[in-house]
């Protein structure tokens, strides 16, 4: 290493900051994190700047001199101009003073790191000036991982530290801070239940260290359409934790590389009308290996949500006594609207949004998938391949024009997305010809009766694939 990493000790200290333009906000914006008492030196400042002085969060020094930097524990340098950067540098110098000049890295005694803030959990990321696109990087990666909230975490548990130095016996104290970081208090933490984790803790330290960790934890999650970055950084987390994943047919393989490593996985191998394991199957499995004190991810393509079943799931883990929780997904219906770069909803066209399925549990009539369209309604219907050629019937028999557009939206996300164009009156035909039996999301906007007759515009995607049925749309 040709830099040293540390931390430098704020409170009470002075940072200079030369410049009163974008680049020295630039510096304020970063060090406002901290508690420094900020002097920004510069005749004129930019409104960012001025407010910081008016608020009383910076004090401002208009005359630059080499009395500026004394006592300074860092200077920061961004004029704008190169050589007015360079006379700064040898006065902070001069003064001894460590000094960072904007884009001179042969001035700077010190580099600015990209910053992942979980105050007071901070982690930098440095490349000692050769990289710092790759850097960036590397901190989303982080951020992706590393709950927003767990700084709280690391803060209270810094305050009951002498709390648990009187009451834990010192060989038990790993083990209980382990529990606190890595088991139901850090899962409710970053999940919102801060309240349950606090009393939780208090309660193992007023035992002596005793947790009565001998429960595990269900989280239904969301995978989403397909597409293995519209994960949320709450599923992703989640995914990292688990002990063992029981997902689905729909779940694509690159999802599942995000789980962490020796996670135990289980395929369910559910699919439209045909289900390798039986629903209540799946509840048992979720629930016994919860009881074992193992945290479970049920991962369920799209969202749980919405045609997913999560209602089932949830009242056996809480007829077991087992904590659950549900973490949202992209459902299908966003992604594949995303996908054709239109809205699902627009003023005047559609001012409502259905969400349906053409298919039910196989000893139910097949359900009402329709009854709600009308004129000023978008329909998004799910599972409804097989279903086609009925549900179009239905839909001119209530009276949708037989010209309405439909959008056929195959394999959302994935590598093998398609998007088919059909109205109302062809859509089984289109469905046949271009031999869709699985995973489809059909959107069916009905306009508005009042004056407005086009279709939903959308744009050129690059990816629609056309037959002699389909209409082509501007």
């Known amino acids: 290493m040709k830099s040293f990493p540390m931390f430098i000790r704020t409170t009470g200290r002075r940072v200079v900051i030369v410049g009163g333009g974008e680049q020295a906000a630039q510096k304020a914006r970063l060090l406002l994190k901290t508690d420094a008492e900020l002097v920004l030196v510069a005749p004129a400042l930019d409104a960012e700047l001025a407010d910081l002085v008016d608020s009383g969060r910076a004090g401002q020094i208009s005359d630059l001199s080499p009395a500026v930097f004394a006592d300074a524990v860092m200077a920061f340098v961004g004029t704008g101009c190169p050589a007015l950067d360079a006379a700064v540098h040898a006065l902070a110098k001069a003064a001894g003073c460590p000094v960072n000049v904007v884009d001179q890295p042969d001035l700077c005694d010190m580099t600015t790191p990209a910053i992942v803030d979980r105050d ?13 696109v790759l850097t960036r990087e590397i901190k989303t990666k982080i951020e992706r991982f590393l709950p927003q909230n767990i700084g709280g975490l690391a803060a209270f548990a810094g305050r009951l530290r002498p709390s648990v130095a009187r009451n834990i016996p010192v060989a038990q104290r790993r083990a209980f801070w382990a529990w606190v970081f890595n088991g139901t208090p850090r899962r409710q933490w970053v999940r919102g239940a801060e309240r349950d984790a606090a009393r939780d803790i208090k309660a193992a330290i007023a035992s002596g260290g005793t947790t009565g960790e001998n429960i595990g934890q269900i989280t239904l999650v969301g995978a989403g359409p397909g597409a293995r970055d519209l994960l949320t950084l709450r599923a992703v987390e989640r995914l990292q934790e688990a002990d063992v994943i029981f997902y689905d047919r729909l779940v694509d393989a690159e999802v599942l590389e995000l789980a962490r490593r020796d996670a135990e996985r289980v395929f369910v191998g559910k699919h439209v009308g045909a289900h390798r394991w039986p629903q209540d199957r799946i509840n048992r499995m979720v629930v016994s290996e919860a009881k074992k004190g193992r945290r479970v991810v049920r991962l369920k393509s799209g969202d749980p949500g919405v045609f997913g079943r999560a209602a089932e799931e949830v009242e056996a883990a809480q007829d077991a006594g087992i904590p659950i929780e549900i973490v949202p997904g992209v459902t299908a219906a966003c992604a594949a609207a995303a996908g054709l770069t239109r809205s699902l909803t627009e003023r005047g066209v559609a001012n409502t949004l259905v969400l349906a399925t053409g298919t039910g549990r196989a000893e139910d009539p097949l359900p009402d998938s329709i009854r709600l369209s009308g004129p000023g309604t978008t329909t998004a219907l799910y599972m409804s391949v097989s279903q086609a050629s009925r549900l179009s019937g239905l839909w ?20 093998g997305q398609r998007y088919l164009e059909a109205t109302v009156a062809t859509m089984a035909t289109v469905l046949r010809e271009h031999r869709v039996t699985g995973s489809a999301i059909l959107l069916v906007t009905w306009p508005s009766a009042d004056g407005v007759t086009s279709a939903v515009p959308k744009f050129e995607t690059g990816v629609s694939l056309q037959s002699e049925t389909v209409v082509k749309r501007a």
């Open 120 to 132: 007071p959990i901070v982690v930098a990321i440095g490349s000692e000036g050769t990289a710092p």
């Open 396 to 415: 001119m028999q209530q009276g949708m024009p037989p010209d309405c557009s439909v959008d056929i939206c195959v394999e959302v996300t994935k590598k």
